[in-house]
């Protein structure tokens, strides 16, 4: 009997063959073949090709009315990833007459993605046969003794559907897919007041609006509250302060009451500092945020560095790349982790500039270094490059960052503690007043690694405003001197991605590699609705994310504590005290009651952005079969024109046919549409939608049809001067030069001609008169008509040039 075994990636895959002796072969007696994924293979369809025929308009339209799902409807169909075809046709032909299948995917406590996704790919491929037997591996890394290990000491699975991690990690799915639920709900609530925009909401993206929002608004709503008090200074500038001082609100009301007084030392203590922790993903992206690198550039480089197994030139050969595995759970590494790249210590601190003379800690310390782990903490990997130069040359300047961040943060874990004396005194005459000052003995890690590289001065300042002591080198002084200390309430910080990262890990809200990826596609300026928008170092509200802020207050989405009450689920359907069906039954009251509120709330948001209420169709949701490019899932305005698509009429669209219905113009009169479904552009914003069919030839623009003759020079490509037009937005009559693009089969209007108009203010010029005008004449002339009044006036007009454009130009008197 062969053993498949399936791993979760192509570099997971390599360790494995390193492992066990091969892609293929005997390990302690038992035939093997390796098979790997690459990552998620599989993921839900859309809902409404997840319901019977008859539902699938109710669950394709974005009406309120349709909401809240019943998640019994859905059959939670899975559909392949797009371009995984090749990973899964290769994984079916290793797997498929293998006696048992291995799971050696990655072991994710708490989540169990990586169980997830062995586990419906074995299903979807029909790998899971009568008589295969099923087992899982686990290993604290991929090392070869831990994989062998596990390999030898793998767990027998029962039953794929049963296994309680795959259980749980359904459950998690079936929750964020049902989720898409409140971005209706909010987009309905958009589109209401008159923005046709899509407010994204979830788990993570809802927390991270809510979050950024209340902070802004705190930053934002400060007051400053001063206040005065009596506080002793030394020479050396430490402050001496009493707690029990009395504050005033205003500096003449301080009474003069001390004198200056000898310093009496109380204490001296040599203290130490350990080094920061290694980084995840989230605090890597963070700090490098702060030095003009966006997070989506962080992800793709790091993953390019993680796969590059390229020896460098001049080195010996690789066995792994540039950088460990990116998307880790891990804070710690293993013991055989750090053994791993205890020999490269020298050659990545000659990479990063560091001097060895500062990594005198070469033993693993227990608050970096520990047995439990998968892939272990971000670090660098065994493939050292000769210099940053040549990690700029083959990754850019975001590569250089990333690798001279990641080296000296694992460098400092090599160097020795932070040491400095702390020194406690107080004012000889006044024994209440105490101050601390640091005296700094070893600089230890700081040499190597400072953890706040890259954040906003004036933050840092703040920070180190609060510290009464500090570092000054010079320890107390002899003599402190009284004065009156104005203070004030401490202004709320403008949230940043470092302090976002860092609230969510406080509130356990989503992983390092997850907020990261998440965080990048909600400020992506290339999202069409990003809801975070990043002014260098600082975040604020997009114009979708402010929306999405507004209507969050009293919802079950916008509570922190939405995650926390999703894990305890997870937990429960672990342990089998729980079923994903009844956990996911709440949903619905949630849904229910989240459209109450936000109604309640839009209310609030129009009154707070200026915004009107306004009557809007619904949305048609489904996949376009003739998209460009292929198969499409679209969003696509339910009304056209004054008229609503019937459901086979959005059927016949999505399928890409052509339909005709009256529709009703602009002017109230009715006329016969034909179309499909295109690519239109609004405003330099591309969308999905009805497009009506166009005339291969001009017939009429702006209120006035073209004659033959006209017709006709347009379509040999000549510019023709013309009046008569009339704006359809303020109703005035207009002339310019209109040409005929042939390709988009539109006309083009040119304002930007050097000649005359044919007409201004309801007068038609003669030619002689556009002559002289075009000489720059001033002319007297009668019989132009008042827009705002309807009367005749005369003036003496100019055709001359103001603020860049020629315009005509009229004085009176």
């Known amino acids: 009997m062969t053993v498949g075994i399936l791993m979760e990636k192509p570099s997971a895959a390599r360790n494995g063959q390193a492992a066990w002796g091969g892609a293929s072969g005997t390990f302690n007696g038992e035939q093997f073949v ?130 309680p991690p795959f259980r749980t990690a359904c459950y998690r799915a079936s929750f964020d897919f049902a989720s898409q639920q409140w971005s209706r709900i909010a987009t309905n609530m958009a589109r209401t007041s008159g923005k046709d925009i899509v407010p994204r909401q979830g788990r993570l993206k809802s927390a991270m609006v809510k979050l950024v929002g209340d902070q802004l608004k705190a930053h934002n709503d400060y007051v400053r509250k001063p206040y005065w008090t009596n506080r002793f200074r030394d020479e050396n500038g430490v402050m001496y302060t009493n707690p029990e001082e009395p504050r005033f609100d205003r500096k003449s009301q301080v009474p003069q009451q001390y004198t200056a007084s000898p310093v009496v030392p109380d204490s001296t203590t040599i203290k130490q500092t350990p080094p920061p922790r290694l980084l995840d993903l989230a605090a890597l992206s963070s700090m490098l945020v702060g030095q003009g690198v966006k997070a989506k550039f962080v992800l793709e480089t790091y993953q390019k560095m993680y796969e590059y197994t390229t020896p460098w030139a001049g080195s010996g050969p690789a066995s792994g790349g540039v950088l460990s595995y990116p998307r880790t759970e891990d804070k710690t590494i293993t013991p055989e982790q750090f053994s791993e790249l205890a020999p490269l210590i020298d050659r990545i601190a000659a990479v990063v500039g560091v001097e060895v003379k500062h990594l005198t800690h070469r033993t693993a310390r227990k608050t970096h270094v520990r047995p439990q782990g998968v892939h272990g903490a971000n670090r660098p990997g065994p493939n050292v490059p000769p210099s940053l130069d040549a990690v700029e040359q083959k990754f850019g300047k975001t590569g250089r960052l990333i690798y001279e961040t990641l080296g000296r943060n694992y460098l400092a874990m090599i160097a020795g503690d932070y040491v400095y004396e702390q020194q406690k005194g107080h004012v000889g005459k006044y024994p209440a007043f105490t101050g601390t000052a640091n005296v700094p003995r070893s600089a230890g890690w700081k040499a190597v690694f400072d953890p706040d590289a890259g954040d906003d001065p004036a933050e840092k300042a703040a920070r180190d405003s609060d510290d009464l002591g500090g570092s000054n080198g010079k320890g107390l002084g002899t003599r402190a001197e009284p004065f009156v200390f104005e203070g004030a309430n401490k202004r709320p910080e403008h949230p940043s991605m470092k302090w976002l990262m860092k609230q969510l890990e406080k509130r356990d809200v989503g992983t390092g590699a997850t907020r990261t990826s998440t965080y990048s596609e909600v400020t992506s300026t290339g999202t069409k609705y990003p809801l975070l928008v990043e002014k260098g170092r600082k975040l604020a509200l997009a114009e979708a994310g402010e929306m999405s802020w507004l209507l969050l207050p009293g919802t079950h989405i916008g509570d922190l504590a939405l995650t926390e009450k999703v894990y305890a689920d997870m937990c429960d359907i672990a342990m089998g005290t729980a079923t994903a069906e009844e956990r996911l039954a709440i949903v619905a009251d949630w849904v229910r009651e989240d459209i109450a509120v936000m109604q309640k709330n839009a209310a609030s948001m129009r009154a707070t952005l200026g915004l009107k209420e306004q009557a809007v169709s619904g949305r048609v949701d489904g996949v376009w079969q003739t998209a460009p490019g292929g198969p499409k899932q679209v969003a696509f305005r339910k009304a056209w024109s004054g008229h609503e698509f019937t459901a086979d009429e959005c059927d016949r669209l999505l399928a890409g046919q052509t339909i005709s219905f009256q529709a009703t113009n602009k002017a109230g009169k009715p006329f016969t549409a034909t179309g499909a479904l295109a690519v239109g552009e609004f405003k330099g914003r591309k969308y999905v939608g009805f497009q009506p069919q166009v005339s291969d030839a001009p017939v009429a623009w702006c209120g006035r049809t073209f004659n033959q003759d006209e017709v006709d020079a347009l379509i040999a490509g000549q510019q023709l001067a013309l009046d008569g037009f009339v704006s359809a937005k303020t109703g005035n009559a207009f002339s310019c030069r209109v040409g005929w693009d042939a390709k988009t089969k539109k006309i083009v209007p040119d304002f930007g001609v050097d000649q005359p108009p044919l007409s201004w203010s309801g007068r038609k010029f003669s030619d002689g008169e556009r002559a002289k005008l075009a000489r720059g004449e001033a002319l007297a002339l009668t019989g132009f008509v008042s827009r705002r009044t309807g009367r005749t006036y005369d003036a003496t007009v100019r055709w001359k040039e103001e603020k860049g454009a020629k315009k005509i130009v009229p004085s009176f008197g």
């Open 34 to 163: 390796i098979a790997h994924a690459r990552g998620h293979l599989y993921e839900f369809t859309a809902p409404h090709r997840m319901v019977d025929p008859a539902l699938a308009t109710k669950y394709r339209t974005w009406d309120l009315a349709n909401l809240p799902w019943d998640l019994d409807d859905f059959s939670w169909a899975l559909e392949p990833v797009k371009d995984t075809a090749s990973v899964r046709d290769d994984m079916k032909a290793k797997l498929a007459a293998c006696g048992e299948i291995a799971i050696a995917t990655d072991n994710d406590p708490g989540t169990f993605e990586g169980d997830a996704i062995a586990i419906r790919a074995i299903i979807e491929l029909g790998l899971d046969k009568p008589g295969v037997k099923f087992s899982r591996l686990f290993f604290t890394d991929e090392s070869p003794a831990s994989l062998q290990q596990a390999f030898v000491n793998r767990t027998p699975i029962r039953s794929l559907v049963d296994y």
